[in-house]
């Protein structure tokens, strides 16, 4: 399956449309399960908290797994991502409540290179902080 977005239509400054992602505690057990990362600071508020952070926080790659599905559900194609990659500037707080936590990704279109792919830089957002810097993906349109 190719990208369904079309090189050609595409400009610098295009913009993906955004995406919010809930995150519940029940959702970092099951990805621990997924990814077999049981790191404490992902389930054990006590723990979490002796160890300096304010909560239980959302894996790291979780977040990042999040933020380029604004990507891949923009590209049509999770293949036509070439490369990927992200700073951890600030974790992502999960309460233990009902509503978690809301990972909020945007992305635009930062270059448009001669070999058929583009730069996407995205922002993700949790309770008003940047949790990822320097978050870029390449990838390969039609």
């Known amino acids: 399956m190719a990208a369904k977005i079309s090189h050609a239509d595409v400009e610098v400054g295009t913009e993906l449309p955004a995406r919010s992602f809930p995150v519940t505690r029940a959702t970092l057990v099951r990805y621990a399960g997924a ?6 600071i992902h389930w054990n508020e006590r723990f979490a908290k002796e160890v300096g952070l304010p909560d239980v926080i959302a894996h790291g790659m979780f977040t990042m797994a999040e933020a380029i599905r604004v990507v891949t559900d923009w590209a049509g194609d999770p293949g036509a991502v070439v490369d ?9 707080v999960v309460p233990d409540d009902d509503t978690g936590a809301l990972i909020e990704v945007s ?3 930062a270059a448009k290179n001669d070999d058929g792919t583009v730069r996407v830089d995205l922002t993700a957002m949790s309770d ?8 870029r993906a390449t990838v390969r349109l039609a």
């Open 35 to 40: 990814s077999g990362d049981f790191n404490p």
């Open 128 to 135: 008003g902080k940047k949790v990822l810097g320097m978050s």
């Open 84 to 92: 990927y990659g992200v700073r951890f500037t600030k974790p992502v």
């Open 107 to 109: 992305g635009k279109v």
